[in-house]
């Protein structure tokens, strides 16, 4: 059998699927489905030094291969995620936890990391520069070389664990941000989040989401995600966490031979609850027939 072993910014993972944040809870959910522990890791739902009640609904609309969302970063806040979720989380998973965490101005990201910084079982940092569902954030630093860089270095001077930065593809150039983020310290990147979209209403002649507009996600995006990280391994040094669109085995190693060294899994957790499961899985099997033995030796081999 193949060999399923990665490593990201100095951690080792069993395996590179990673359930993609706020699309797997705080994992713990899932406990009572499967043992989580097959798992590579997983990306905790986003969160805010503050709690925040997120969008007005609705937050959600299917579209062909693929979904809108603007859940707009709904979350308890750091302190309680410290003292409630990430316990619960532990109980259960027993390998490092990817963190992800937002905000709405640079003092608002690095708060957050402080509060959280304290939990043990934080492997990496995955601060989200890039939700579309939010005004005044997210984006607003995302699609800013100068704000990304802003964001990633005051994150860095209170965190010792890995920070990887994660971004927008609504932007004209993902490598320019990318760059930006490497050079202020960012020990990785993820990329994408979701496209910006809208959905309209035919009976009310309206958009059907709330806010109007929706974050697109799911297999339709895949194209674009594994456009991105192919130029973004081009265009730095740092390990890659792609996502956008993965929804199987071979999905894994097509965005690996784009330069990915982990993978995270969005919508395809909302249409089965065992996505991962069956891509972890399954990789055995797609190995063996596209000749891999190692997955690691395919990182960036379509280069
Ligand atoms: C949201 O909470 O609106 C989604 C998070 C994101 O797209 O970054």
Redesign the pocket.
């Known amino acids: 059998m193949g060999n399923t072993e990665v490593t990201l910014c100095g951690l080792r993972l069993d395996n590179p699927v990673i359930p993609a944040?706020?699309t797997f809870g705080y994992g713990y959910e899932f406990c009572e489905l499967y043992d989580i522990n097959i798992l590579g890791s997983i990306s905790v739902k986003?969160t805010t030094a503050e709690p925040r009640f997120?969008?007005p609904t609705p937050r959600i609309a299917e579209c062909a291969s693929g979904m809108l969302?603007?859940?707009?970063?709904?979350n308890p806040g750091a302190h309680k995620v410290l003292t409630e979720e990430l316990p619960r989380l532990r109980e259960c998973f027993h390998k490092p936890v990817m963190m992800n965490v937002?905000g709405f101005s640079a003092d608002g990201y690095v708060s957050a990391v402080e509060i959280l910084d304290a939990d043990p079982c934080i492997g990496w940092f995955e601060i989200?520069i890039?939700?579309?569902?939010?005004h005044g954030g997210?984006l607003a630093f995302g699609t800013s070389s100068e704000n990304a860089a802003k964001v990633t270095a005051a994150v860095k001077k209170v965190t010792k664990k890995p920070v990887i930065i994660?971004l927008s593809p609504n932007v004209t150039d993902i490598c320019e941000i990318a760059k930006a983020c490497e050079a202020a310290g960012a020990d990785g990147l993820s990329l994408i989040?979701?496209l910006l979209g809208m959905k309209i209403d035919l009976k009310s002649k309206k958009p059907l989401l709330a806010n109007k507009t929706g974050?697109l996600s799911g297999p339709a995006v895949k194209p674009v995600a594994v456009r991105m990280v192919y130029q973004v391994w081009e265009a730095v040094k740092i390990p890659i966490v792609g996502m956008g669109g993965v929804s199987s085995a071979e999905d894994v190693i097509e965005m690996m031979l784009a330069g990915a060294c982990a993978v995270e899994v969005g919508a395809a957790n909302l249409v089965s609850p065992f996505a991962c499961r069956d891509i972890i899985n399954g990789l055995p099997e797609a190995m063996e027939k596209y000749k891999i033995n190692n997955l690691t030796d395919i990182i960036g081999a379509a280069h």
């Open positions: 944040s706020g986003g997120g969008n969302n603007s859940v707009g970063l709904q937002s989200n890039s939700c579309p569902n939010v997210g994660k989040n979701t974050g």
